[in-house]
């Protein structure tokens, strides 16, 4: 079945500091891949996404590139601020949209 | 637009009670997804609901079951609670089940703790 793989947190940088958090996954066919963010004590917000291969998702700052060779969809943010600690979701979903998968989650803490 | 709306954001339940959720999409949407979330195991999906229909289950007991109204409303409900059950419970709404590029709106959650 289609799985997600996340690195492991917790990830803590300095305001500042560049930010990459690794995703790999696993699925037939052509997924969907997505990045989704949970502030403490909220719900996942949509960050990101890319629908096919190449394509580069952005928003606030944070980028992804859907490599299909590598199966990557690795989250990267040039400078973090002390407000984008939260915990970080990859997910994908099937080409209709269906049978979404999250990873594990990477919580990132960002020192001033 | 209003988000998704989840009430209530918090529950403290004894074990072998039962609770009820519940869920407002987003206007316009007609599907909605509940998943359960802990520390241990992440996001685990729990089941969808399209047009007062349940179009996909995930691997859950038959103590958590859910509905959806006609306005696209959803409640689930978990009858004789353990205390394994405790977790925040998320409501994702979306226009179809076929979600597409868009995925999911997620709400706040209800936060469930068994006692």
């Known amino acids: 079945g289609n799985s997600v793989t996340q690195m492991e947190g917790p990830v803590t940088l300095s305001e500042e500091a560049f930010l990459t958090i690794n995703c790999t996954y696993t699925a037939t066919g052509y997924p969907s891949l997505f990045w989704y963010v949970q502030y403490p004590g909220e719900g996942l917000q949509l960050l990101l996404k890319?629908?096919?291969?190449?394509d580069k998702g952005s928003n606030k700052g944070f980028e992804a590139t859907y490599r299909k060779e590598t199966t990557s969809f690795h989250l990267e943010k040039g400078s973090v601020q002390v407000s984008d600690s939260a915990v970080y979701f990859c997910a994908l979903s099937d080409r209709r949209g269906q049978n979404f998968v999250f990873g594990p989650g990477t919580r990132l803490s960002v020192l001033p | 637009k209003a988000g998704v709306t989840q009430t209530p954001r918090y529950l403290i339940k004894t074990r072998g009670q039962q609770v009820t959720l519940s869920c407002s999409p987003i206007s316009g949407h007609r599907s909605v997804s509940w998943y359960q979330q802990t520390p241990g195991q992440g996001l685990q999906f729990l089941f969808e609901?399209?047009?007062?229909?349940?179009?996909n289950k995930g691997n859950f007991p038959g103590r958590f079951s859910g509905r959806q109204f006609s306005n696209s409303r959803s409640e689930m409900n978990v009858s004789t609670l353990e205390l394994g059950d405790s977790a925040l419970y998320l409501c994702?709404?979306?226009?179809?089940?076929?979600?597409?590029?868009?995925?999911?709106?997620f709400g706040s959650g209800t936060r469930l703790t068994v006692v």
């Open positions: 609901y399209f047009s007062e229909t349940q179009r």
């Open positions: 890319a629908t096919k291969a190449d």
């Open positions: 994702a709404s979306s226009l179809d089940y076929l979600t597409g590029p868009y995925g999911y709106t």
